[in-house]
């Protein structure tokens, strides 16, 4: 069995616990279901795909989120108040 933390992408019980969590994009408030699943630590910096370390970004936020995310070392330099109703794990 594969230890899903080490997977990319999230699964659809993960999505669907986003979209009950996070209801909508965490920056600009765009419908749940129009958001792309973002890894708040980059997957490809050992960030892990569990729901602790996911959000819902629509996609123009995304975008904004990769170009202001200096890689690497990954930091949290984002534009506030972007994750200030989800819990950052670390």
């Known amino acids: ?3 899903r933390a ?8 993960q999505k669907l616990a986003l979209y009950a969590r996070d209801k909508h994009c965490v920056n600009c408030g765009l419908r749940a279901t129009a958001c792309d699943v ?10 892990k795909t569990n729901i602790n370390n996911l959000v819902l970004l629509c996609p123009t936020c995304h975008t904004q989120t990769h170009k202001h995310q200096p890689q690497p070392p990954p930091t949290r330099r984002f534009k506030q108040p972007i994750y200030s109703n989800v819990l950052l794990s670390t």
């Open 38 to 47: 973002h890894h708040i630590k980059p997957w490809e910096h050992g960030g």
């Open 1 to 3: 069995m594969t230890n």
């Open 6 to 13: 080490y997977q990319r992408s999230a699964t659809q019980k």
